[in-house]
T-cell receptor, first 113, second 114 residues
Framework: TQTVSQSDAHVTVFEGDSVELRCNYS??????LSWYIQHHGHGLQFLLK??????VVQGVNGFEAEFSKSDSSFHLRKASVHWSDSAVYFC???????????FGLGTRVSVFP | DPKIIQKPKYLVAVTGSEKILICEQY?????MYWYRQSAKKPLEFMFS???????DNQTASSRFQPQSSKKNHLDLQITALKPDDSATYFC?????????????FGSGTRLLVI
């Protein structure tokens, strides 16, 4: 079975700062990785994904993530955060078309002005 | 306009009762899913349906039964409700059931069992 680890439960940053959210997974085969954002009281919104090809993928609102097979990681980054980026961010993996996504516990990002 | 409609948004139920959570998607997707989000736990995959057929069931309890009356509907019937069933239940869909297919989530039904 696959697992997803998000090492930071809560990250606090100021507007304009950069942020990196860490995601590590455990699975030996082909894997589909994605990040989702959940604003308070809302459902999850897709940010970006990696399946193959260029290990650095661009998402919406200036987010990007980099896949590393050697580190089993898929960290999410943003160069300059905005207050509206305050939310919970979930990393997810999927290994079989018949299964659902396996999510990490999430990282809450608080952006202060 | 919301692309995935979940009803109701909030639901309070008595222990032992039965409830149905509604999900409709208007994205033309062929795969639909149910997830559960409980406090202090990761979002948990429950069911996947593709072309109205059950593809995967990761829910141990038979008290949870998905129902697909139409291609764009996947309701969730929960019987003999317990307080531990209290959670937010999210419906999701994707264009196809393939591993690289992007998900769209609904805004959830928050269930409280008392």
């Amino acid at each position: 079975t696959q697992t997803v680890s998000q090492s930071d439960a809560h990250v606090t940053v100021f507007e304009g700062d950069s942020v990196e959210l860490r995601c590590n997974y455990s699975y030996g085969g082909s894997i589909y990785l994605s990040w989702y954002i959940q604003h308070h009281g809302h459902g999850l919104q897709f940010l970006l994904k990696y399946y193959s090809g260029n290990p650095v993928v661009q998402g919406v609102n200036g987010f990007e993530a980099e896949f590393s097979k050697s580190d089993s990681s898929f960290h999410l980054r943003k160069a300059s955060v905005h207050w509206s980026d305050s939310a919970v961010y979930f990393c997810a993996v999927r290994v079989n078309y018949a299964q659902g996504l396996t999510f990490g516990l999430g990282t809450r990002v608080s952006v202060f002005p | 306009d919301p692309k995935i409609i979940q009803k109701p948004k909030y639901l309070v139920a008595v222990t032992g009762s039965e409830k149905i959570l509604i999900c409709e998607q208007y994205l033309g997707h062929n795969a639909m899913y149910w997830y559960r989000q409980s406090a202090k736990k990761p979002l948990e995959f429950m069911f996947s349906y593709s072309y109205q057929k059950l593809m995967d069931n990761q829910t141990a309890s038979s008290r949870f039964q998905p129902q697909s009356s139409k291609k764009n509907h996947l309701d969730l019937q929960i019987t003999a409700l317990k307080p531990d069933d209290s959670a937010t239940y999210f419906c999701a869909s994707s264009p196809h059931p393939g591993a690289n297919s992007d998900y769209t989530f609904g805004s959830g039904t928050r269930l409280l069992v008392i």
